[in-house]
């Protein structure tokens, strides 16, 4: 080999060969190391650059793998991301939550703790807090699970007949086929009988409904269709405040603009004309306003909206041109005397067809709420009103793209629609399984309102429906200089250090909105009886306790 070449190929110019590859590669510029280019002068603005260090370039310092050469940087960093993403907040399952999954796991490892255990009332997971599920669901489901089953004595014979329904209806037999994109015909025509039954005989067309991955897929995918435009024309959409954060999370990450209405909470959290007016006035100063999102019974606030109120809206919704969606999860999670469940969608029929004929609508239920409370199955509908029908082949195309939702989801979507009838031989058992699930709580929303409203700071309007409280708290000037001087909101100092001191775990109101200079927190009312007391009392104690300590 000859003088030359061996100078070529010494380590050092092997580690610049190396490093100038590697720049490359992770797209470091144009700067490149070449044997047989000329070297830049050193009057070259290039040069100086490249000749500083990173630190002092105020890069940061890459590190050297063992054998000197630099990493490879990676594709996909915090800064090269979808920005939309990062503006994504989801305050269900937040720090709060991520803490109180630490203070757990440190109590599991035997770390003293001021309690004994964490209470998680973040979250509207009814089987996850103690809530039993209804035999007949779950007998129809194992059934189809497991069609072995179905020559066991053991099962009643109408959730046999059910699940043969089911399974027939299934590629193959099994639930483990693809069902059509749209949802199983045979589900969608029971849950069309079953908005008739509801409604009062207003007729609805299975074709009109769409099987979805729980409420949430449903509402998003229309969300998709609405958004469109830029700058001054970029689709609006009008979120009650407080709202479910669903809802600010998907219109962040569609880069669409959230439109606030604010509830009332002065009249139990009710839906006001003149606040939507303003908020959409308001709006059509910067963006294009186009639809309008209720959640009735409410969430997080739990109030039903009056049949009136309901009429309002919809007058609102045909006046301003705003497509309507209306968030029905909660349908049979009504308490309050006085109180009942109204659907946008028969109410909007029985205005007749100045409003039914033009109106805009698309409705949500689940499987994961009311008396069923199956979250983990994923089943829910939506049913779409006076839907473009172009606008209808570009959803159903939308929808193919996810293939179709969770067959056994769908399953128990069926069961919720078409459940045990009179006569039959699980009827009893399912009403009754029903009914005290619903009364239980009831009760625990009334228990709710009463200890909280014994203590001297919170207010907690009655708990109406579904299947929270939304009490206002007063925080002292003290609280809220020292959460300010952490950089944090007021409500998630107070509700940090609840969880620190008793393994309390609610949510704070910033999470899902309030009123500048209000304060609140969210809680489920779905522990059991015993443990909402523990809770309630806790929640007491601390809160004389915290006012006492800042004041």
């Known amino acids: 080999m000859s003088a030359t070449r061996m100078q070529l190929l010494s380590p050092r110019n092997v580690r610049l060969l190396s490093r100038g590859r590697n720049e490359l590669l992770a797209g470091a ?40 050469v630099l990493p490879r940087a990676k594709v996909l960093t915090i800064d090269s991301m979808n920005p939309t993403v990062k503006k994504m907040e989801y305050a269900v399952r937040g720090p709060i939550v991520q803490r109180a999954l630490e203070l757990e796991r440190e109590l599991s490892e035997g770390m003293k703790k001021p309690f004994v255990e964490v209470i998680k009332a973040n979250i509207g997971d009814a089987h996850a807090m103690g809530q039993q599920p209804i035999t007949f669901f779950r007998q129809v489901l194992a059934l189809c699970s497991y069609p072995e089953l179905l020559n066991e004595s053991s099962f009643p014979e109408d959730a046999k007949s059910r699940a043969r329904r089911i399974l027939q209806s ?18 969608r025509q029971d849950v069309a009988r079953y908005i008739e039954r509801r409604d009062g005989g207003v007729p609805c067309d299975p074709d009109n409904i769409f099987l979805t991955t729980g409420a949430s897929d449903g509402i998003v995918t229309m969300l998709k269709l609405l958004v469109c435009g830029k700058g001054e024309t970029r689709t609006g959409v009008m979120i009650s405040i407080p709202q479910y954060p669903l809802y600010s999370a998907a219109l962040a990450e569609l880069a669409a603009v959230q439109v606030n209405y604010y509830l009332n909470e002065e009249k139990c959290w009710s839906m006001d004309l003149s606040e ?32 009136q109120c309901i009429e309002d809206v919809i007058r609102f919704a045909a006046k301003e041109r705003l497509f309507l969606m209306a968030d029905e999860v909660y349908q049979d999670n009504v308490y309050a005397e006085g109180c009942q469940f109204h659907s946008f969608k028969k109410v909007l029929f029985d205005m007749g067809p100045e409003y039914s004929d033009i109106v805009e609508l698309a409705s949500f239920h689940s499987t994961s709420k009311c008396y069923m409370g199956e979250c983990g199955f994923r089943g829910g509908y939506m049913e779409i009103i006076n839907l473009d029908e172009e606008v209808r082949a570009q959803l159903t195309k939308l929808l193919s793209v996810r293939l179709c939702p969770p067959v056994p989801g769908q399953a128990l979507m069926d069961l919720v629609v078409n459940p045990p009838q009179i006569g039959e031989p699980s009827y009893d058992k399912f009403i009754k399984e029903r009914s005290a699930t619903l009364s239980v709580l009831a009760e625990k929303a009334k228990l709710t309102e009463q200890v909280l409203n014994t203590v001297k700071g919170i207010s907690c309007n009655p708990v109406q429906g579904a299947m929270y409280s939304f009490p206002r708290i007063s925080i002292p000037e003290k609280a809220i200089k020292e959460a300010t001087d952490k950089g944090q909101q007021a409500d998630m100092f107070y509700c940090m250090k609840l969880l620190e001191e008793t393994g309390i775990c609610l949510v704070p109101g910033s999470g899902f909105g309030q009123r500048d200079g209000t304060y609140h927190f969210r809680m489920t009312i779905l522990p059991s009886t015993d443990k909402l007391k523990i809770l309630l009392n806790k929640v007491k104690e601390f809160h004389q306790k915290f006012t006492e300590q800042y004041s």
Do not use: F, W
């Open 170 to 187: 299934c590629g193959g037999n099994s639930m483990g086929s693809y069902s059509a994109s749209q949802g199983i015909e045979s589900v």
């Open 29 to 68: 510029g144009p700067r490149v190391c070449s044997l047989t280019s000329p070297p830049l002068s050193s009057s070259s603005p290039g040069r100086a650059l490249s000749s500083l260090s990173a630190t002092r370039r105020g890069l940061p310092k890459e590190k050297m793998s063992e054998n000197g």
């Open 276 to 307: 939507l007016q303003r908020s959409l006035d308001e709006a059509r100063r910067h963006c294009n306003p186009r639809a309008l999102c209720v959640i009735n019974p409410g969430n997080p606030t739990g109030q039903v909206q009056s049949r």
